[in-house]
């Protein structure tokens, strides 16, 4: 019996002739257009337009809402995209911590990155949401509560006036309470308790954080009431350099000091060199974090509009100008250029120009970025010097640089900087929120902390963990089983 090759057998010619199995196929190819590629292309954005849309109607609960017009639908989309890529920030913050990191504490980094976002959504949903924006004043400007969760409901005056809907702005505003929660795990990596840093996350991004995140973004009323005490004097934090970076370094510094050095760090009072495992890792979450950094400011904007490619470019120029900066200096000093100060120099501009990216002009952003980049070099030697180990740069990225961010609005600002002819009163604004943010995170996470370490019996694991590495002692696995453990 002869067999026919695939190749000699008649295609059919019409669905009556096809068999069931070649029939989709057949079917698809009389459309026409579906075998160009960028067709193929298109047509996979209509299922994500049509979640997009479907997501918006959902939340409407049937209710007898006004025609969905195109303003409310670009801004709450535009909004929707914005949070996703902030939530990708999760996997640059994991990728660089865990890259800058030893091979042995690989899985205990990663599962603290993943696990910190589940419980900042669930927290901020519970109970931080409501204390941070949608309550009443208890304290007027201080502190608010209101009972738990949020009312997801859309009022037909959301549609007419292009609002945000609460579902998406609940969104957005929970991906950056989990950044502040991340930025804590790299200032305390390879020696502390998985446990007991899920429970200060826990209380971080659920109460401390939206408490004082309420000072500032809470905006007054027109007649200037109802705002937070730092947002009704002025002070000025676009997208968070202090409200989010600066208050996640110091609550994560205060539990760097606590929990001491890892061991073999300071030796005879000198600074041992403990290298990162992979480069390659962490230079991939560095890019993947200046990309979710296009969600972090431009989102800040809260609505599509023309001001939003604007604070896009500000943003792209204080990284570049942090990234030159770190790599030169770091060359001068160190008589080659530093890979990791690189990446950190990258992220520190992003940082630095996060306060002010709505009001640079974008030679300022560049030289706001440029002089973060020189910033963080020095500061991670500075930390170094008072013998706090910062395992991957965390405080000198966002401490050093999101305090230096918010004072750069009063230098830069074009409307109220004092290099813009504007005097010294925004600058000294930014001060006032600069030490106010410092004094709460640092009291409040001390207390936080010495609360935790007396329940549980301290926050360090013990010294036989930490020299077997965290991930088999708090997990049980290695991230590379196959490859000889490097300690």
Request: charged share 10%; net charge negative.
């Amino acid at each position: 019996m002869t067999v026919a090759s695939p190749a000699s057998r008649r295609r059919p010619r019409s669905l009556q002739e096809a068999s069931l199995l070649e029939a989709p196929e057949l079917l698809l190819r009389k459309v026409r257009g579906l075998s160009s590629n960028r067709t193929l292309t298109w047509l996979a954005c209509v299922p994500i337009a049509l979640m997009g849309l479907g997501l918006f109607n959902l939340a409407a609960h049937a209710a007898e809402l006004p025609e969905l017009n195109a303003g409310f639908l670009a801004n709450n989309m535009f909004l929707f995209v914005c949070a996703v890529l902030v939530i990708f920030m999760n996997a640059g913050f994991a990728m660089v911590e865990a890259g800058m990191c030893r091979q042995k504490n690989a899985v205990n980094i990663l599962a603290k990155n993943l696990i910190v976002f589940a419980l900042a959504v669930t927290a901020y949903w519970f109970i931080g949401y409501k204390i941070m924006y949608n309550a009443d004043w208890v304290i007027p400007g201080w502190f608010k509560f209101g009972g738990l969760f949020f009312d997801p409901t859309v009022t037909p005056e959301m549609v007419t006036d292009g609002s945000l809907v609460p579902s998406i702005d609940f969104l957005f505003q929970a991906a950056f309470a989990g950044t502040a929660a991340t930025i804590v795990s790299g200032l305390v990596a390879e020696r502390i308790k998985f446990g007991e840093f899920v429970i200060f996350s826990l209380v971080l991004v659920g109460i401390l954080y939206p408490i004082s995140g309420s000072w500032q973004w809470n905006f007054p009323d027109d007649a200037g009431l109802g705002g937070g005490w730092l947002s009704t004097l002025g002070f000025i934090d676009f997208a968070g350099s202090t409200v989010v970076h600066s208050f996640g370094a110091w609550a994560g510094l205060v539990g760097a000091m606590l929990l001491g050095p890892r061991i073999g760090k300071f030796v005879d009072g000198k600074t041992q060199a403990m290298p990162g495992h992979n480069l390659a890792i962490a230079t991939l979450g560095c890019l993947i974090l200046w990309i979710g950094w296009y969600g972090f400011n431009p989102g800040s904007w809260l609505a599509m509009g023309p001001e939003v490619p604007y604070i896009a470019v500000t943003t792209t120029l204080g990284a570049a100008g942090g990234g030159i900066a770190a790599t030169l200096l770091s060359q001068f000093t160190g008589g080659k250029p530093d890979l990791t100060m690189t990446i950190n120099g990258i992220l520190a501009g992003l940082v630095g120009v996060t306060a002010g990216c709505d009001g640079f002009s974008m030679p300022a952003a560049w030289v706001v970025g440029f002089i973060s980049g020189i910033l963080v070099v020095f500061s991670v030697a500075w930390i170094d010097g008072l013998k706090i180990d910062d395992p991957v740069g965390a405080f000198s990225v966002h401490g050093t640089c999101g305090i230096w961010a918010t004072l750069a609005v009063g230098l830069f600002n074009v409307d109220k900087g004092l290099f813009t002819g504007h005097g010294f009163s925004q600058l000294g604004i930014q001060i006032v929120g600069v030490l106010a943010y410092a004094i709460f995170a640092v009291v409040s996470s001390f207390i936080v902390w010495s609360i935790i370490g007396a329940i549980f019996g301290g926050i360090r694991v013990s010294e036989k963990e930490e020299v077997e590495g965290l991930d088999i002692g708090e997990h049980g696995m290695e991230a590379y089983p196959d490859f000889a453990s490097a300690k």
